[in-house]
């Protein structure tokens, strides 16, 4: 069952973002199913928090998708050439995202390790946000699809993670946002082989 709007639409992007470890994100592009379940994930808030893309009410071509409703996919390039997939939560004009890092690849393995030009299924498939989005087929092109559409969306399978199992550290590649890339905003299922590297 994908994940209701109400899930979205909470003010606190933190929970949201421990909350989707475990759930389920899937693709139907090309033709074609493929995901798996969420391992590692971040989350930034607009208001607070100066590793945002939004941070002091940021509004930009890029960024005004973040303004609107939760419940829509956020796709930025990185370093121009990264789709990196965000997930916007909040109400419009909140600007709070949760960037999905990783996924346990469970579902259309053939497709994905073709569209990553690999020859079997490794680690490397899926750990870590540039190649997960490559791997399930999303690009710019996919910014601002509401994930109760048929082409990207999230479900619960019903995992249910103990606190104990749930690792938070602080996120990946922000030394810009001085002492908030110290934040531990950066969550992983503890031991999981397809999370990216701890760094």
Request: with cysteine; aromatic share 8%.
């Amino acid at each position: 069952m994908k994940l209701p709007l109400c899930f979205y639409e909470r003010p606190n992007v933190v929970q949201i973002s421990r909350e989707l470890l475990g759930k389920y994100l899937f693709t139907h592009l090309d033709g074609v199913q493929c995901g798996g379940a969420i391992v590692e994930t971040e989350a930034y808030a607009g208001r607070v928090d100066k590793a945002c893309h939004a941070h002091l009410n940021r509004r930009t071509r890029r960024t005004e998708v973040m303004f609107g409703p939760g419940g829509r996919a956020y796709v930025y390039l990185c370093y121009g050439v990264h789709a990196l997939f965000n997930i916007v939560t909040n109400e419009p004009g909140e600007a709070d995202a949760v960037l999905v890092r990783a996924i346990e690849p469970t579902l259309g393995l053939e497709a994905m390790c073709a569209r990553r030009q690999m020859a079997k299924v490794a680690y490397r498939l899926t750990a870590g946000p540039g190649v997960m989005s490559q791997a399930l087929g999303i690009g710019t092109q996919h910014n601002q699809t509401d994930l109760q559409s048929d082409l990207i969306w999230i479900e619960d399978r019903g995992m249910v993670l103990g606190p104990e199992e749930i690792v938070a550290s602080p996120r990946i590649g922000i030394d810009y946002a001085q002492e908030d890339a110290l934040l531990p905003w950066r969550f992983r299922i503890r031991d999981n082989p397809w999370c990216s590297p701890a760094r």
